[in-house]
């Protein structure tokens, strides 16, 4: 009998496939039904139920989980050559039991409407367009890193530890929401992940546990860099999944906030797309418009750009391959290459806004 459970479980994987397949063609109604009904609902449950924990109970989880895998697959090696079909269908029976719980948790959201129709903005834009955001951008960063630094040439230091920090990061959504409603966030449960070493030396300065639904930020990138990956990992924790639709919202969270160092973590993040489109675009443009931003900003970007090199091992392509085909496989045509099209939100957006 247990058998033929694990059989149909296993077998599951394939209308599991289908049904989301067919789900995501209908963005309208994942939008209306699971983003912003189901989720919203399941989303604080597990943040009231985890986010006070003082540390990453989803990190501790896989702890658990890597270490009985390992632990079954040693006491199951044997039944591999034996009753090969059956290690199959114990295998894929746990496969689909975790594919399951992923989407329902979270991973739906993939399918959602795309930020830009919610925003009513257009999802292109000219180079010209390109070029005046990110004059506005390279001003307003220029005005905010002077304002901290009083010097252009000197980069600036958060004075703040990397846990005040991201106990700082939700006043930002908590001012967003007075422009957008949807992203009010209550409660918080954004935590050091307990994996920050590995992370680092896998390229990523964050992620969200789909399955507890906590924000994990990498604890050893550059307290530079923690405003704008806490609220990155925060849009995620919101329901929203594409990665250039989550830099969108963490750079206008941070931007949004009281606080001065955070705004301009904020405004220098957004600068740093732009301006690399630019150069994707126009190298000589380019050149010209870094020569107007602050020696100070540069340091900054050079900061994070040291920080990654100096942790570079030869398996990070892989890493990165690895998830950039898992974004393919969930709705991200573009993969890792889908964090650059944060561009066409911040241009169509901020074109008409004043900074």
């Not at 929401?177 to 590995?198: A, D, G, I, R």
């Not at 009281?258 to 000589?284: A, S």
């Not at 950039?324 to 241009?347: D, E, P, R, T, W």
Request: glycine content about 4%; charged content about 20%; overall charge positive.
């Amino acid at each position: 009998m247990l058998k033929k459970k694990k059989t149909l479980l296993a077998l599951s994987l394939i209308p599991q496939y289908v049904l989301i397949k067919w789900v995501s063609k209908y963005p309208e109604l994942v939008e209306q039904f699971y983003s912003n009904g189901f989720y919203p609902f399941i989303s604080k449950i597990f943040r009231y139920t985890l986010g006070w924990l003082p540390f990453s109970f989803g990190d501790f989880i896989y702890t658990l989980s890597i270490i009985y895998i390992v632990r079954w697959f040693y006491k199951n090696r044997k039944q591999l050559i034996k009753n090969t079909k059956q290690w199959f269908v114990d295998v894929f029976s746990a496969i689909a039991i975790m594919y399951f719980v992923f989407h329902l948790f979270w991973g739906f959201n993939y399918y959602r409407l795309p930020l830009h129709k919610s925003l009513d903005i257009a999802n292109d834009y000219t180079t010209e367009q390109l070029i005046f955001v990110t004059e506005k951008l390279i001003k307003k960063s220029n005005v905010l890193h002077l304002k901290i630094a009083k010097n252009d040439t000197i980069k600036v230091d958060l004075p703040y530890s990397k846990s005040e920090v991201l106990k700082m990061t939700p006043v930002g959504y908590e001012n967003l929401k007075q422009v957008f409603p949807y992203l009010e966030y209550v409660p918080k449960s954004v935590k050091k992940s307990l994996y920050s070493y590995p992370l680092t030396y896998m390229g990523f300065s964050g992620y969200l546990n789909p399955f507890t639904n906590e924000a994990q930020v990498n604890g050893l990138i550059p307290v530079y860099k923690v405003p704008t990956t806490a609220s990155h990992e925060i849009a995620h924790q919101l329901g929203y999944a594409a990665e250039n639709e989550a830099n969108f919202i963490g750079c206008m969270a941070a931007i949004s906030h009281d606080d001065v160092y955070f705004r301009y973590t904020g405004y220098t993040f957004g600068l740093r797309f732009c301006l690399n489109e630019i150069y994707r675009r126009d190298p000589c443009i380019y050149e010209d418009m870094v020569a107007d931003v602050n020696k100070g900003i540069l340091k900054n970007y050079r900061e994070i750009r040291e920080f990654w090199d100096a942790h570079e091992n030869p398996t990070e392509p892989l890493f990165k391959l690895f998830y950039g085909n898992f974004l393919k496989a969930n709705n991200q045509n573009k993969g890792m290459k889908s964090y650059s099209y944060v561009v066409a939100l911040l241009v169509n957006y901020f074109e008409t806004e004043s900074l």
